[in-house]
Each structure stands twice: as C-alpha cells, then as structure tokens.
C-alpha cells in the first residue's frame, strides 16, 4: 500500500492485532466512544450488518418464526427466578440504581440476554397444546459488562438477534435447536463465505441455564477460533421457574420445553479475520454494502462521465453500485477501495470506450480482467459469483492447513505452540481434563463436531479410553 494514498495498515504477520484495529478504523467500521469498550458503528459497518441481518431475518421468517420486542431492562427479582442462569451472568451484568434522583426500590439489569422476559410472556400467553410451539425472534442490543474488549468481537454493548421457542416435547425442541443452528451456519457459510464446524459445548462451556448447547465455530487468519452463533436447548428449566404450563393432549398440565439462539454483530469481526489482507477488509459479494465500485479514468475528458454513470445505471438493476466522481487522484481511489474491501472495481476512460471496453479489477486476488461492455452485466454478476466461492473455499484451505491432531498432552502442548490453529484430539469427558488443558495451554474446547471420527483411542490429557473427538483451540 502507497503511504501518498491512504494512511498504512500494519501487517498481518507483524502484528495480528493492531492489523485489525487499523482495518476497522481506517475502513470506517467504527469509531471509539466516549465509553470504555463501547462502539460507535459508522454507516459502512451498519451497512454490512443491515445486509447480514436482512438475510438471516428472511431465513427466520421462511421458519415460521415471528419478530417481537422485549424491554430492556430486568427486574432483579425476576433474574433472580432462574439459579444457574442468573450465576452464569452475574459478573457481566450492569445494574440501573437510580431513576432521576431517587433511588429505585428494585435494582433493574440491563438485558444481557431475555430468557427471563420471555419466560414471563410465555407464561401469560400458553395454556394448551393448541398454543404451542410458539416461534419468536427478537432483533435488539444487549449489555455486558465485558473487561477486555475490541470493536466487534467483544464490547459492553452489541447487536443481536436472539430467539425464543417453546415447543410440546422434547423431541421438538431439539429439532428446532438443530434447524437454527443450520440457519446460522448456512448465513456463515453461504452469505460471508466463513466455514464452520457445528457440534456440541462440552458441559463446562454450555450457555448457563441450558440442557446443551450446539455451536458454530471458525478459524481467523491468525489461528485462534471464534464462537460464531449458538443454538441452546433450555429443556423445562425456565419453564418450572417461570411457571410456563400447557394443557396436553390428554387434558394434563405440563411444562414447555424451550429453545434460544442468537447471532451478533461479532460475526462482522470473523469476517474481517478470516478475509481481510494487508492492503485492508476483503468483503464477500453477498454481504458488500457496494459490490462493485466505478471508477472514471480521465473523467475531465469529454463524455466520460456520462459513459460512467451510463453504465452504473445500467448495472444497478441487478447488482449495488458505486460511483467516485470526485477530483481524487485515481490511485487514490484504487487504494481507499481495496482498503475498503470492495470486491470489484470497474475503470474505464477514453480509450476504454473507444474499444467498447472496461476493466474489471478484482479485490481478492488482485486480477485485471478486459472485457467488452456489451454483455457486461452477466460478466459482473458472473466475477461476483466466483469470488464468493473462491473466498469460501480459501478459507477452507486456510482452516484445513492450520488443523492438526494431538494423541498426548505433550503432543498437544507442542503444536498448539508451534501451529496455531484447531487441534482435533480425543477426550474422555471428565471436565477435570478439559480444566487441566485449558490451565497449560490456553486453549479451550470449542466444540464436539457433530461429525465425529477417531483419531485416537485415549484422552489427549489423561491417557483413559476416550470415545469422544473434540475441537481445541485458543478463542477470541
């Protein structure tokens, strides 16, 4: 990157870290606020999540879920209602002490999650069989009083949708824990081109308050894994807590079974780690706030800039398009773009259109393509189309390099050292294991891959029969 044209980014392999804060600053993601760990989106991050949002709303609607709205505050009393759950958030939670001047009776929680709002409602609306499942969703922000945090990975306040189900049986809620979590991988996978590994929380790492939890996990550029949705069936728990009854088909009280899942605003920071390069942001086609920018060469020239808005027009009706008019120097631009993640860049001048031309410039591998403007709308979607299913399967190739296997805690010690990156080793399912390795390396388990296979016959840490193959790794 040319310092003359936008300022530097630090390299990725130099420093992961301040590689991300410059991405998401410079790219104009965020701003920091006037609050530790909280995050002003600016109008090109909520871009990105208004696209990731619009396609994974659509999915929960094509489900039959419907979108609702919770307060968001909480008494204490009614956090209070469910032991475990109310435990497993305490040290996140940010209170509300006074209203105005005075001092409130009842301290009221800033929602950190509403599995306890819901479970209010849904005891005052279900009381027969005939009134179940129901399938809400809500789209809001939470509050969690985080001690470390970065601009979308981890913040005191982000956006989310989370949703709430009750079903008749057991059986139902699990499938409805299933199917979410398949929404959220098929978003992951097929809208921002991340690959993911679905299976289950150890017990340990489950959502407080659940009877299990699945998860979807990925790999970042720098080897450490994200937890990228969860999917939780809460079981009858909240629903004897909160008194949620139904008469059954048979004319007896029972209690609901439930299901919550939710999906955030740190799902941009994945896709920023899992993409991005050290020109800046690589932004997937399906999710791009402007999937391809033109830019006029010589546009002082006569007819220029007449052909160029000709031609955005022309595309617009099938893809988003932009437009720099402005008096900065073409460099300037290819840069402030690329950094920008855009994944195609469209330049055409005098000569251009003399020869019925345009060039086409790819983000993520930086190809030229001449192609004739007529037709030019099927080559755009046609370039589109490939560099989506190019990010996805280098991303594939990227976490399959940085997979390897450990039979021993030595083994397993040594490579996550040496190879950061998932490390699939078996485990015998005492939690006094996963303690001990999480203790000595860092690493936690991410999840037990609903695909299992054996690549071992004993516990990676203690060395008993093991039939159980889990994902390790360091996690943001």
Not at 9 to 31: C, P, R, S
Not at 321 to 338: L, M, Q, R, T
Not at 409 to 432: N, P
Request: proline fraction near 4%; include cysteine.
């Amino acid at each position: 990157m040319k310092k003359e044209f936008v300022q530097e980014i630090t390299g990725m392999n130099d420093d992961f870290a301040q590689w991300y804060t410059d991405v998401v600053t410079k790219a104009e993601l965020v701003d920091y606020s006037s609050v530790r760990g909280s995050m002003i989106i600016r109008p090109y991050g909520y871009a990105l999540w208004e696209n990731i949002k619009s396609e994974l709303d659509k999915r929960i609607k094509e489900t039959g879920h419907e979108n609702v709205y919770m307060p968001l505050f909480i008494p204490e009393s009614l956090l209070q209602k469910e032991k475990d759950h109310i435990e497993g958030f305490a040290p996140e939670v940010a209170w509300v002490t006074h209203g105005g001047d005075e001092k409130l009776t009842e301290r009221l929680c800033v929602r950190p999650t509403s599995e306890v709002l819901f479970g209010e409602h849904f005891k005052n609306i279900i009381h027969s069989y005939r009134d179940l499942p129901k399938l809400y969703n809500q789209w809001a922000n939470v509050v969690r009083w985080e001690k470390t945090t970065r601009p979308f990975l981890r913040t005191l306040e982000f956006l989310w949708q989370e949703g709430h189900t009750c079903h008749e049986t057991d059986e139902d809620a699990h499938e409805e824990t299933v199917k979410m979590l398949k929404v959220y991988a098929e978003i992951c996978e097929k809208v921002l081109a991340i690959p993911v590994i679905m299976g289950q929380k150890t017990e340990k790492e489950k959502f407080a308050g659940a009877k299990y939890t699945y998860t979807i996990e990925s790999l970042m550029h720098d080897g450490k894994a994200l937890q990228s949705g969860t999917s939780h069936h809460l079981g009858d728990g909240f629903a004897k807590a909160f008194g949620i009854q139904f008469l059954d088909r048979e004319g007896k009280q029972q209690y609901v079974q439930q299901t919550s899942w939710g999906f955030t605003t740190r799902i941009i920071g994945a896709m920023i780690m899992v993409h991005g390069d050290d020109r800046g942001l690589v932004v997937p086609p399906m999710v791009a706030p402007t999937q391809l920018m033109i830019v006029p060469i010589a546009q002082h020239k006569e007819g220029v800039l007449d052909y160029a808005y000709d031609l955005k027009n022309r595309l617009s009706k099938s893809i988003r398009v932009g437009i720099d008019a402005s008096d900065k120097k073409p460099g300037w631009k290819f840069n402030e773009y690329e950094m920008k993640g855009i994944p195609l860049r469209l330049e055409v001048g005098p000569r251009d259109i003399e020869q019925g031309q345009v060039i086409l410039a790819r983000r993520d591998t930086g190809e030229k393509i001449t192609v004739p403007v007529e037709g030019i709308e099927e080559k755009v979607r046609s370039i589109l189309l490939d560099i989506q299913e190019s990010l996805l399967q280098k991303a594939k190739d990227h976490r399959e390099e940085k997979t390897s296997i450990a039979q021993n805690l030595l083994e397993f010690k040594e490579t996550i050292t040496q190879h950061a990156g998932f490390i699939k080793a078996m485990w015998c399912g005492d939690q006094a294991c996963e303690d001990q390795i999480k203790e000595e390396t860092g690493a936690t388990s991410r999840c037990m891959p609903f695909e299992q296979e054996k690549v071992g016959e004993s516990c990676v840490c203690c060395g008993k029969e093991a039939e159980q193959l889990v994902y390790w790794a360091k996690a943001y």
